[in-house]
C-alpha cells in the first residue's frame, strides 16, 4: 500500500473566537484576519515539509485547492505541483485537484496540468474534483451545472491530451474554435487520473466506467467498502478489472515518538472536522449541487457529522489515527485489510500542528511506517 | 367563482396552469417562490377579468426544461404560451422573477400584450444597493425577509403556518433550482433590457412596496424612467411580496389601473 503526504496549508493563525463571530469561516469571515507575514513564512514551511516527505520515502505528495476560507490557502494546486515539480525528486505529485466545474478554460488547464507534468519528469497524477459549494460560490459559478461542467471539462482536457490539434470544441458549456495545445503531458497517454468522493454515488460509477483511481475522504468502512462496490458496478458495466491500485482512501495521521505525544498533535485535526467546516447549508450545498440519490446517501453516509464526534471518537472510529510508529502502521494495515486499497493518503497536518512536530512524524513515518507497511 | 386547472402543452411542454374569473385575459406569471394560485388578491383581480396563472417549466407542477438558459427563454416561452392558450393580446401582470419576465416579453413583443403590470421587479441592476442573494440565504430566513411585517399578513398562516410536506420541500427545491438556471448570472437582471425598454409604449404600471429588501425600490423607479408610458405606485409599510402583503390595495389598483 502506498503512502501519500497531505496538507491542507491551513491558515489558522488568528484568535478563534474572531472566527466565531460569523456564520462560517468561509466565505463570511473577513480577509483582515489574514496575516501576509505569517502566510509568506507558513507556504516556506509547508513546502519544506512536502520535500521532507519526499525525502524520506512517501510514494506521493497530495496537493489541494480552495478558495476563500482559512482551512486551506493553497488556492492553486497547478501551482504548487509546478513549485513541487522543481523541489521534489522522486515522489508522485498527486493533484486532488483541480476543481473542474468552475474552471472557465479547461484548454489551459490541461496545459498547466501537462507543464507540471514535463517538469517533474512524469510523476503528475491528475485529480479532478467537483469541489465543495463553497468554491460555487468563490467562483460564482452556477451550482446546477456543476456534475455538467465537470464531465464536459474532463471531456475537454482529454481531448487536449490525447487528440492531435487543431481541433474544435463546441460543447454546451465550453466553447473553443482553434484548440491546439503546445504544452503535452509527459506521461503518455495521460497522467493518471484520480478521483476522490465523499457520497455521490454517481461519482463513484463514473470513475469506476473509465478505471480512475478513486479516493472516499473520512467516510467510515462500511460507506467506503459502499463506495467501492458503486465504483465496481461502473467498472462492470465496461468490463474492467478493479485491482487494489484503482482504490485509495484518505484519513487524518500523525505519528510521535510517544503515544502521547502523537494523540496530543492529533487533536489538531479537530479543527477540519467541526470549526472549518461550519456554516449554512446552502453555502456549503448551494441549490441543485447534488442529485437526489447523491443527497440520499449523503445522509446514510454521515449519520452523524464528524463535527459532532469527540476527539476521542474519532480516533476510535479510524478518522483520525494518532500513535507510536508501530500502532500506526498496525492501523495503516487495518484500513488496508478492511478496504484493500492500494494508496492510503494522510492529512498529515493540521490547524496549528508546529513545524517540529510535524517534521518529527514525517521523520518517524518513512524511518518506521513505511517501511513496515511496504508489502501490504 | 369557478376556479380550474389545465394542462396546456407549449412546444410539447406541459404548463400547469390556473384558470379563473371574468371579463378579458390577464396573464400572471409568478415570481422565485413557485405558483401559488388564487391567493386572495388575484380572486380580487379575476372579478373583473380573466386570470391565466401558468406555473414556469421548470416549476410546480409544470414540465422539466433543463434546457433553458435564462429569463429569455422563458420570455419567449410565455409568449408562445399566450398563442397555445389562445389569448389575444391580453394583459401582462409579472411579479419578481415574472415581473422581469413579463418586461422581456414586453421588449421582445410589445404588440403581443395589451398593458403591463410589474410587481417588484427583477430584471434591472439597481443603480443603488443590490439585488439580495436569495440562493445564499435559507428558506427559512427568505420568508422573513420577502415581507415587512408578516403580522399584518392575512393569509400568512394560510401560506406559510404550518411546516411544509415532503412533496412541497420538493417542489421547493425545484423552484430553486430552476431560478437558478434562470437567474443565476447576471445575477436576476439582463444588462441588456434597459436599451430595450424604451421600445414598449403599454401603458405600464409598476408597483412596488418601500421596504422591498429583495429588489430595491430604486428598480421601480428605474423601470418607470425607461418604460415611455408607466406609472410607479410605491406602497409604504411594504415588503417585496406586494401582492400577498397588501392584496386588498394591490387587487384595487391593479383593477382600477387596468380598467
Known amino acids: 500500500m502506498k503512502l501519500y503526504y497531505f496538507s491542507e496549508m491551513p491558515h489558522h493563525e488568528y484568535p478563534d473566537a474572531e472566527g466565531d463571530k460569523y456564520p462560517s469561516l468561509r466565505l463570511a469571515f473577513p480577509n483582515r484576519f489574514f496575516d501576509r507575514g505569517k502566510a509568506a513564512a507558513n507556504y516556506q514551511r509547508y513546502l519544506t515539509e512536502y520535500e521532507f516527505a519526499d525525502q524520506v520515502g512517501y510514494d506521493g505528495l497530495m496537493i489541494n485547492e480552495h478558495h476563500s476560507t482559512p482551512s486551506c490557502v493553497d488556492v492553486g494546486v497547478n501551482m504548487t505541483a509546478a513549485v513541487l515539480a522543481r523541489t521534489t525528486t522522486r515522489a508522485k505529485i498527486l493533484l486532488l485537484g483541480n476543481i473542474l466545474p468552475i474552471e472557465d478554460n479547461p484548454v489551459r488547464m490541461a496545459e498547466q496540468i501537462a507543464m507540471a507534468d514535463l517538469i517533474s519528469g512524469g510523476r503528475v497524477l491528475s485529480g479532478f474534483v467537483r469541489g465543495v459549494g463553497v468554491e460555487q460560490w468563490w467562483a460564482n459559478a452556477n451550482p446546477v451545472h456543476n456534475r455538467e461542467r465537470f464531465e464536459e471539462c474532463h471531456d475537454l482536457i482529454l481531448k487536449c491530451w490525447t487528440d492531435p490539434g487543431p481541433f474544435r470544441w463546441e460543447g454546451k458549456h465550453y466553447h473553443f474554435r482553434h484548440v491546439n495545445p503546445w504544452c503535452l503531458p509527459l506521461q503518455q497517454p495521460h497522467p493518471p487520473i484520480w478521483i476522490p468522493g465523499t457520497a455521490s454515488p454517481e461519482t463513484a460509477v463514473w470513475a469506476g466506467r473509465r478505471g480512475y483511481t478513486y479516493v472516499p475522504f473520512l467516510v467510515p468502512f462500511d460507506i467506503a467498502r459502499e463506495l467501492f462496490e458503486f465504483y465496481r458496478q461502473g467498472a462492470a458495466e465496461v468490463g474492467r478489472t478493479v485491482t487494489a491500485d484503482n482504490l485509495g482512501f484518505l484519513i487524518c495521521a500523525v505519528t510521535a515518538d510517544t503515544r502521547a505525544k502523537a494523540l496530543e498533535a492529533g487533536r489538531h485535526f479537530v479543527w477540519r472536522m467541526g470549526p472549518t467546516l461550519r456554516g449554512p447549508i446552502e453555502w456549503f450545498q448551494p441549490v441543485g449541487m447534488r442529485s437526489k440519490a447523491g443527497k440520499q446517501f449523503a445522509l446514510k453516509a454521515r449519520p452523524r457529522s464528524l463535527a459532532q464526534m469527540s476527539y476521542d471518537e474519532l480516533v476510535a472510529e479510524h478518522f483520525i489515527i494518532a500513535g507510536e510508529p508501530a500502532e500506526v502502521a498496525d492501523r495503516f494495515a487495518l484500513v488496508h485489510q478492511k478496504l484493500g486499497c492500494g494508496h492510503l493518503l494522510l492529512e498529515a497536518q493540521e490547524s496549528r500542528m508546529d513545524h517540529p512536530t510535524t517534521m518529527r512524524s514525517i521523520e518517524l513515518m518513512g524511518a518506521k511506517v513505511i517501511p513496515a507497511i511496504a508489502k501490504l | ?259
Not at chain 2, 379575476?46 to 420570455?75: K, N
Not at chain 2, 419576465?101 to 404588440?111: C, I, L
Not at chain 2, 434591472?124 to 420577502?146: Q, T, W, Y
Request: glycine share 10%; hydrophobic share 40%.
Open chain 2, 1 to 259: 367563482m369557478k376556479i380550474r386547472e389545465e394542462t396546456i402543452s407549449v412546444g410539447g411542454l406541459a404548463v400547469h396552469t390556473w384558470i379563473g374569473g371574468q371579463g378579458d385575459p390577464l396573464l400572471v406569471l409568478h415570481g422565485a417562490g413557485g405558483n401559488r394560485g388564487f391567493t386572495r388578491s388575484l380572486t380580487q383581480i379575476a372579478e373583473r377579468y380573466t386570470v391565466w396563472a401558468p406555473t414556469h417549466p421548470g416549476f410546480g407542477q409544470s414540465g422539466d426544461a433543463e434546457w433553458m438558459e435564462g429569463v429569455a427563454d422563458l420570455a419567449r416561452f410565455h409568449l408562445w404560451f399566450i398563442e397555445a392558450a389562445g389569448l389575444r393580446r391580453p394583459h401582462l401582470l409579472g411579479a419578481s422573477l415574472g415581473g422581469w419576465t413579463a418586461a422581456e416579453m414586453a421588449a421582445m413583443s410589445p404588440g403581443a400584450i395589451d398593458k403591463l403590470v410589474l410587481v417588484s421587479a427583477a430584471g434591472l441592476k439597481p443603480e443603488r444597493g443590490e439585488i439580495l442573494d436569495v440562493f445564499f440565504h435559507s428558506p427559512a430566513e427568505l420568508r422573513e425577509l420577502n415581507v415587512y411585517d408578516k403580522t399584518t399578513i392575512p393569509e400568512w398562516d394560510e401560506l406559510f403556518g404550518r411546516a411544509p410536506t415532503p412533496a412541497e420541500l420538493e417542489i421547493a427545491e425545484r423552484n430553486r433550482e430552476m431560478t437558478a438556471r434562470l437567474g443565476w448570472k447576471p445575477y436576476m437582471h439582463n444588462p441588456t433590457l434597459e436599451r430595450f425598454l424604451p421600445r414598449v409604449t403599454n401603458r405600464a404600471l409598476i408597483v412596488w412596496g418601500r421596504e422591498d429588501r429583495i429588489v430595491p425600490v430604486v428598480c421601480g423607479e428605474q423601470y418607470r424612467r425607461l418604460l415611455p408610458n408607466a406609472t410607479l405606485t410605491v406602497l409604504d409599510t411594504c415588503g417585496h411580496l406586494v401582492a400577498i402583503e397588501q392584496p386588498d390595495t394591490f387587487a384595487r389598483i391593479v383593477t382600477e389601473f387596468l380598467a
